[in-house]
């Protein structure tokens, strides 16, 4: 299994209040992306980087912020949680498309985040 | 955008049973395909990844075809265990500047009874 730890597992906030999910890997990847999955929307992305403070967004990102400062570490930040935003969080990585095409792995998920907002 | 649908949304089979998962996708132009697992509670473990310039992949009693040109994807299963109940995603990666988002479909659930 690949070095993905996600934290923390479960969670219940109140709406409004900040929350930080965290995701750090032992791969030494250069990609990493935080999707959410919901019921009859499947996983959709939210942000993902490549590289050290480099971010960009993916499909769902309003209400959503992350930052990277080291390569092990890619922070998701809901600045005011609302209950819109309960789902599971997973974390992944991957390789760079060049280092992926030789070494033919693929892309690695965590065990998920549960985020109850009520 | 990309689409990408999974058909059947359910499928249940006796034990031994050789089944066929289906992905389409509307946009061809693709950089991968890949087949996830998931357990209920779990997360993704990724089964099999197509490039685009390949035609299939083989792990074991799984075997994933890839028709680019079509927009669809297979995953077959051979021999079906118990053990190969979950769920069944596929997603597409679209590369370049968009490498690594990855669109997935809706997922199969698989329950093989014995």
């Known amino acids: 299994d690949a070095g993905i730890t996600q934290s923390p597992r479960h969670k219940v906030t109140e709406t409004g209040t900040p929350v930080t999910l965290r995701c750090h890997q032992t791969e030494n990847h250069r990609y990493m992306y935080w999707y959410r999955q919901d019921p009859g929307h499947g996983l959709r992305l939210i942000h993902y980087s490549y590289g050290v403070k480099d971010t960009d967004k993916g499909e769902v990102s309003d209400g959503y912020s992350v930052s990277r400062s080291k390569t092990e570490d890619f922070l998701l930040t809901l600045e005011s949680a609302t209950s819109s935003q309960t789902s599971v969080y997973f974390c992944?990585?991957?390789?760079?498309?060049?280092?992926?095409?030789?070494?033919?792995?693929?892309?690695?998920f965590g065990e998920g985040s549960w985020l109850t907002v009520v | 955008k990309q689409e990408v649908t999974q058909i059947p949304a359910a499928l249940s089979v006796p034990e031994g049973e050789n089944l066929v998962l289906n992905c389409s996708f509307t946009d061809s132009a693709i950089y991968n395909l890949q087949w996830f697992r998931q357990d209920p509670g779990k997360g993704l473990t990724s089964l099999l990844l197509?490039?685009?310039?390949?035609r299939e992949q083989t792990s074991g009693r799984l075997n994933a075809s890839l028709d680019k040109s079509s927009g669809r994807s297979t995953l077959y299963i051979a021999a079906s265990q118990p053990g190969d109940s979950a769920t069944y995603l596929c997603a597409v990666n679209a590369g370049g500047t968009s490498y690594g988002k990855l669109t997935f479909g809706q997922g199969t659930i698989l329950t093989v009874h014995p």
């Open positions: 197509i490039q685009s310039s390949q």
């Open positions: 992944a990585i991957s390789e760079s498309p060049i280092r992926q095409a030789i070494s033919g792995n693929t892309i690695y």
